[in-house]
C-alpha cells in the first residue's frame, strides 16, 4: 500500500450553557452542558503508511510534550493492534486553553480519520474518546449536543440556524481545573434544581437561547474583570445570548444577522485580543465537511465515515 492523505478540519465548541452540579468521588464535576459547534478550526494533515514499527510525526503541534494528536493515534493503533507511519501537519489556528475546546477536537479528528485512512475499524471509539478528554466525545458529533455527566456522554439536540457568532479571546490563560476549584461551595447540590430542566428542552427559542447561563463566569470574572467587560461590550452591541465558554478565557456572542455582527466588530480591535468571526455549524454541516475531507477514502454517507478499504 502507498501512502493515503487527507486534509481534514478540527472545528471549535462554545458552550451554549454550562451548569456544574456537584463535585463526585472520582474527583470530576457532574455537568449539565449544551455543546455548540462554530466554523473556527484547525486543519490537520495526515498520511497514513503502513509499517513493520510505529512511527508518530507531528509538525506544528508547538512543544506539548503530550499531544492529543498523538495520544489519539496511539489509541487507535493499541486498539486496532496495528502499526503504522503516520505523518500530522497541524494548521493550529483555535486558540489552545480558551475554552474552545481545540485540543479535543483535534484529537477527535484523528479518532475519526484514522479507521477510514487504514481501513481497519475502531472498536472502542467512543470509549477511547472519552478516555483522552470529558470533551472529546462530543467532537464525534458535531452540531447541537447536551453533554451530562463529566461531559463525555452526549446526546444530540435540534439543529441550530446558521447563526453568525463573534469569538473573542483575551490573553488571559484560565487554568480549568483552577476554574473547578474556585467553584467551591457556590456548586448547585446534588439534588438538582429545575433549572436543570432546559436542558432536557433545550430548543432554539430567543425563551430558552436567553435563559443560558455559565456556571464558572462569576469565579473567572472575579479574577480577571476585564473579561466581565468585554462580555458586557458583546451584550451592548445586540449579541443574544453572550456567554464566556468552558472555564474561558474566550467569550462569543451570537447574532440575529451578519450585519449586526459586522457592525460590532470595530468594538473588539485586534490588538488587544484575538477575534474570530465566523458561524454556527449543524451536525448536518459537520458531517459533510467529513464527508467532502475524506471522499476519495470512504464508502458511501454513513456516519462515522466508513472506510472504503475494509476487507
Ligand atoms: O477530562 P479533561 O482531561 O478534559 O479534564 C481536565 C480537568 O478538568 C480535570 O482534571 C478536572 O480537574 C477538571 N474537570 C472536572 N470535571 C469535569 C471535567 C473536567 O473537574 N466534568
Known amino acids: 500500500m502507498s501512502a493515503r492523505f487527507a486534509r481534514v478540519r478540527a472545528f471549535a465548541k462554545i458552550n451554549l450553557s454550562l451548569k456544574v452540579l456537584y463535585k463526585r468521588p472520582d474527583n470530576y464535576h457532574e455537568l449539565r452542558t449544551v455543546f455548540q459547534t462554530v466554523g473556527l478550526h484547525d486543519t490537520i494533515g495526515i498520511e497514513y503508511e503502513n509499517s513493520r514499527r510505529t ?10 510534550p503530550d499531544n492529543l494528536i498523538l495520544r489519539a493515534a496511539r489509541s487507535f493503533l493499541d486498539s486496532a ?6 505523518r500530522f501537519r497541524l494548521q493550529k489556528r483555535i486558540p489552545m486553553g480558551g475554552g474552545l475546546g481545540g485540543g479535543s477536537s483535534d484529537a477527535a ?4 480519520a484514522l479507521p477510514v485512512l487504514s481501513g481497519k475499524p475502531f472498536k472502542e471509539l467512543a470509549l477511547a474518546a472519552a478516555t483522552l478528554g470529558s470533551d472529546v466525545p462530543f467532537f464525534l458529533h ?3 449536543a447536551l453533554g451530562v455527566s463529566r461531559g463525555e456522554e452526549v446526546y444530540p439536540l435540534p439543529e441550530p440556524p446558521r447563526s453568525p457568532v ?8 484560565v487554568s480549568t481545573p483552577e476554574a473547578y476549584r474556585s467553584l467551591g461551595r457556590c456548586l448547585t447540590s446534588p439534588d438538582f434544581s429545575n433549572r436543570i430542566n432546559i436542558f432536557q ?10 435563559a443560558t447561563e455559565n456556571d464558572f463566569e462569576g469565579a473567572v470574572f472575579g479574577q480577571y474583570p476585564e473579561l466581565r467587560r468585554w462580555l458586557r461590550r458583546l451584550e451592548a452591541s445586540g449579541a443574544r445570548p453572550a456567554r464566556m465558554s468552558g472555564s474561558g478565557s474566550s467569550l462569543f456572542g451570537i447574532y440575529s444577522s451578519r450585519d449586526e455582527l459586522r ?3 470595530p468594538l473588539f480591535p485586534q490588538e488587544k485580543l484575538r477575534v474570530f468571526s465566523t458561524t454556527l455549524v449543524s451536525r448536518r454541516a459537520y458531517r459533510a465537511a467529513w464527508w467532502r475531507s475524506l471522499q476519495e477514502h470512504i464508502d458511501g454517507l454513513t456516519w462515522p465515515p466508513r472506510s472504503r478499504y475494509l476487507r
Open 166 to 173: 463573534l469569538i473573542v479571546t483575551p490573553s488571559v490563560h
Open 263 to 265: 457592525r460590532a466588530l
Open 109 to 112: 479528528a484523528v479518532l475519526l
Open 55 to 64: 512511527e508518530l510525526l507531528l509538525e506544528g503541534g508547538g512543544d506539548v
Open 81 to 86: 493492534r496495528t502499526t503504522a507511519r503516520i
Open 142 to 144: 458535531g452540531g447541537t
Open 201 to 210: 428542552s433545550f430548543v432554539w427559542r430567543e425563551s430558552s437561547v436567553s
